[in-house]
């Protein structure tokens, strides 16, 4: 099952379209939740009797308009609503189980103008245990391409099967993209690297990490990109002619199995196409 969040914003009505596409595509059943969350009206003194049945009607409206657009955007999903009472954020991180994928607005309609994402989605990408897929308002071409980042750890695999994944049932090429830095020796700056020899090093990380999917998908066209330059900017350009960027949940800093690390964080921030967070 795919399950996406809706809150009436824009960018969740881009999620529905996303998740109605990817359900298609995937062959799975379409949830869509809205979560009522009564905990910033709740103030003690001021009590208003009508806001409970305010806030489930507004719920109800929301659930009814983007099942309504889920359906006419694709008639042949099966799509359910469920309108939860609680936080969004913890109500989707619950759905994560058993989902194929959760599906969110970049920003909701508590977010701050100009943020580029919000906190709703962030928390769910950092803690929800399935990929998610955090997707911006912006209507962008169909571009063909499926971009993975990887590194030199194990952690990048499950994202990279998902790419692959994606990329097939897509039939969109897949760019592979491994960025590199020398590092910095702040007490030893005389010491010096064989450039050929580092780069033969890094083209060998992301050749073998291909080779371990290539031949389950056969029919997926794979560009191995490499380059010297910050993970992070790396990413963010590959992300302006590319359909998804698709990227693991930690770095390999020291709450790289508690957050998001940096570069996943970067690339949630600033990519310019939607971007899939997939847990090791």
Known sequence: ????????????????EWAADDALRMQEPLRIVHAVDRSPYQIGGYPNPALPDLLLRQGRRILYEAEQYARQRQPTVDVTTEDIEGSPAPIL????EGAAEIVVGSRGLGGFTGALLGSVSMRVACHADCPVVV??????PVCGEVVAGVDDSLGCEPALEYAFEQAKLRGSTLRVLHAWQLPVHAFAPEIAYDMDEVRTAQRQVVHDRVARFSEDYPQVKV?????????????TDASERADLLVVGSHGRGALGAVLLGSVSRGALHHAHCPVAVVRL
Not at 93 to 96: D, I, R, V
Not at 229 to 235: G, Q
Request: charged share 25%; proline share 3%.
């Open 223 to 235: 560009v191995e990109d490499v380059q010297c330059a910050h993970p992070v900017d790396a990413l």
């Open 1 to 16: 099952m795919i399950t996406v969040g809706v809150d009436g914003s824009v960018t969740s009505r881009a999620a529905v």
């Open 93 to 96: 991180c619950e759905q994560a």
């Open 135 to 140: 997707v911006r308002g912006e209507h962008r």
